[in-house]
């Protein structure tokens, strides 16, 4: 008998609308639990190796949080403090590693390069961040709008701000999801339709002005002006991006009751007003706290399949 492939979150147009809706059931189930101190240890001798090439404060202690609670164990590794520092090639690295772990989460800059390891992984691979994408914080992100306003189907977001790995997945969810998001970036940090990996331009809109991206937006999300690998890019950004900050009067321009979304470490001042990310409206530590639940339930999808 063949063995049932392998399933990889590499992306998030890696799985379908049924699953998402699986998952983000089996999160609010594993959240409640976790608030009312009841065991859930599905994964009960599991180990998931956790891979960082670039810094990391919330998807570390997610997963690894994450995991423990599951019943499993974690081993953490930096290309610093690994053999991947000393150019060990990536598949050589998933060949070794896939033979000692069940899962696998990796932070890395090109999205070519998970997808080589993963090619050649005998166990599951998830992206916790590359240049391109960062799936797991969308999980999360659509997991705390379902909590606090149910379905996001036709919904509107409105992006604001650089086209980088987060505007990406953003973009691929409304496309599996069924909702729009409204872009607006300086010139010359487009959304590039091709890296997004979309099927059609259909789910989303481009405004050159912020606050006309911001109009009738049910969400208004942005990241920091320089991603992690751009730094080098900081001043020249630092100009190019003085009017994408999201304040009050963009909060203002959305539906009201709409709310704001920020995936953190954030720089108040800079992409976004501190009374814009203090104030009401703002969930951000719900979507924090969040990335634990949803990964948890994803882990277990990974290598459970459905309960
Ligand atoms: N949002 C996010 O991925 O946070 P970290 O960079 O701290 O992991």
Request: hydrophobic share 40%; with cysteine.
């Amino acid at each position: 008998m063949n063995a049932p492939a392998i399933k990889h979150y590499l992306q998030f147009a890696d799985f379908t609308a049924d699953e998402y809706a699986y998952l983000f059931e089996r999160a609010a189930l594993i959240k409640r639990k976790f608030k009312n101190y009841e065991k859930h240890d599905t994964l009960a001798d599991r180990t998931l190796a956790m891979i960082f090439e670039k810094a990391s404060t919330r998807t570390r202690v997610s997963f690894e949080a994450g995991m423990y609670q599951l019943g499993g164990s974690v081993v953490h590794l930096t290309t610093g403090d690994s053999q991947l520092g000393r150019s060990e090639p990536i598949e050589d690295t998933a060949r070794v590693i896939g033979r000692m772990v069940d899962l696998v989460m990796i932070r890395t800059f090109e999205q070519v390069r998970i997808e080589s390891f993963a090619a050649h992984s005998r166990v599951p691979v998830i992206n916790g961040l590359t240049n391109e994408f960062h799936p797991c914080q969308i999980l999360a992100d659509i997991f705390t709008w379902i909590e606090q306003r149910g379905s996001i189907a036709g919904k509107t977001v409105a992006w604001v701000g650089d086209g980088n790995n987060m505007a990406n997945t953003w973009l691929q969810a409304s496309e599996v999801l069924g909702f729009t998001v409204h872009v607006s970036t300086p010139s010359g940090y487009e959304v590039d339709q091709s890296v997004a990996g979309l099927r059609s331009p259909r789910s989303y809109k481009v405004f050159a002005d912020p606050l006309d991206a911001c109009r009738g937006a049910d969400l208004v999300t942005t990241d920091v002006w320089t991603s992690m690998g751009y730094e080098a890019e900081n001043e020249a950004r630092r100009q190019a991006f003085a009017r994408w900050c999201v304040d009050e009067t963009m909060m203002r321009a959305a539906r009201p009751g709409a709310l704001f979304m920020h995936c953190l470490p954030a720089h108040r001042g800079e992409e976004v007003a501190a009374q814009v990310i203090d104030g009401p409206q703002s969930v951000v530590w719900d979507e924090a706290e969040n990335r634990m639940h949803v990964q948890k339930a994803l882990m277990e999808y990974l290598l459970l399949g459905q309960q």
